[in-house]
């Protein structure tokens, strides 16, 4: 089960947005980051998402679709090899 966004990020903030898309539509690419979401810098915020679902056992997986293009999804996160 995901966290509950307000427990994670503010109302209208960037990382909120990306993670209500993230946890409502399953994948989205960087090109609807930017286009419809209207995250510039996606790459730091996709960072604090990550940080902040990681307590929670998730992370946000990758995937390339071709050049430049890629898509983002909330998975389980896989155990660190000590």
């Known amino acids: 089960m995901t966290p509950k966004p307000e427990a994670l ?3 209208g903030t ?3 947005r990306l993670y ?3 946890a409502t539509c399953g994948e989205v690419t960087n090109y609807q980051i930017v286009r419809d979401l209207r995250i510039l810098a996606y790459g730091n915020v ?6 902040a679902v990681r307590p929670y ?3 946000v997986a990758t995937r390339r679709y071709g050049p430049g ?6 998975a389980i996160a ?3 090899a000590d």
């Open 78 to 80: 896989k155990a660190e």
């Open 57 to 59: 056992g998730l992370d």
């Open 9 to 11: 990020f503010r109302w």
């Open 69 to 74: 293009v890629f898509g983002y999804r909330l």
């Open 20 to 22: 209500d898309t993230l």
């Open 46 to 51: 996709i960072g604090k998402v990550r940080r």
């Open 14 to 16: 960037a990382p909120r």
